[in-house]
C-alpha cells in the first residue's frame, strides 16, 4: 500500500499542492530537523509546479525555477495514468503495509542524502500496462545539484527496470543498490551517478530483514 491516502478523483495538481504536502507535514517528525530544498516538478507538455521544503513545511506552487536543487521531468499522460492505478486498481502499489521505517523522499534525512549526488539520471519502467493500453516503456528524469539548473537536463545514466523489481523496491524486498546489479535490471551509462541515487535512496525504503 502507499503510505498516505489518495483520495478517488484527485486531480495531479491536488495531489502536488496538497495531498502531498498534508502527508508531508503528518510523516516527517520534528526530530528529522531541517535541509532547505527546492524542486522543479515539470510534466510535459503543460504542468509544473516549484516545490520547497523546509523541515515539516511544504509548500507547491504552480510554476518554475531555475535556481533549485532538484529538477523533476516526466509526461502529464503517464503521471496520470499512475495516479489512476494508484487510487484504483494499484497494479503499480506494493501489498500489504509499507516497511517499518519507510519515509517520504522530501525527509530532511533523505535529502541530506540526496544532495551529495551530481547528475542526471533516467528511470524506466519498460512494461507499463495500467491504464488498459498495451505495456510500453515510461520513464522521469531526476536531476539533482548542478544538472537541476539546466531547463532540459540529459541523462548521465540509465536505469531501466520492470514491474514486478520496482515493486520488489518499494515494497523493501530488494535494495535499490543491489537492483543494479539484477538481471531484470539494466543501466545504460555512468554506472558511478546510478550508484549514488541508488544509495540516497536506500533511506526511503530500508530493505526487510536488513
Not at 134 to 152: F, I
Not at 177 to 197: H, P, S, W, Y
Request: net charge negative.
Amino acid at each position: 500500500m502507499l503510505p498516505f491516502e489518495i483520495p478517488p478523483g484527485t486531480t495531479l495538481d491536488a495531489l502536488v499542492t496538497t495531498v502531498i504536502p498534508e502527508a508531508h507535514a503528518r510523516m516527517v517528525p520534528a526530530s528529522a530537523g531541517k535541509e532547505p530544498f527546492a524542486c522543479v516538478v515539470e510534466l510535459e507538455p503543460d504542468l509544473s509546479w516549484l516545490v520547497t521544503l523546509d523541515g515539516q513545511k511544504m509548500t507547491a506552487r504552480a510554476g518554475s525555477e531555475k535556481n533549485v536543487d532538484a529538477r523533476i521531468r516526466s509526461r502529464r499522460a503517464w503521471a496520470e495514468a499512475f495516479l489512476a492505478d494508484w487510487t484504483g486498481e494499484g497494479k503499480l502499489v506494493p501489498k500489504g503495509p509499507p516497511p517499518e521505517g519507510a519515509i517520504l523522499i522530501s525527509d530532511p534525512r533523505a535529502l541530506k542524502r540526496l544532495r551529495m549526488v551530481t547528475g542526471v539520471v533516467e528511470l524506466a519502467l519498460r512494461d507499463f500496462d495500467a491504464d488498459g493500453e498495451p505495456p510500453r516503456r515510461v520513464s522521469m528524469t531526476v536531476a539533482v545539484g548542478g544538472p537541476a539548473r539546466k531547463v532540459e537536463p540529459d541523462p548521465d545514466v540509465v536505469i531501466e527496470t520492470g514491474s514486478a523489481t520496482y515493486l520488489r523496491v518499494l515494497s523493501g524486498e530488494l535494495a535499490p543498490e543491489d537492483a543494479l546489479a539484477d538481471g531484470d535490471v539494466t543501466v545504460t551509462g555512468k554506472r558511478l551517478v546510478a550508484m549514488q541515487f541508488a544509495l540516497a535512496l536506500s533511506a526511503l525504503v530500508p530493505k526487510k530483514g536488513g
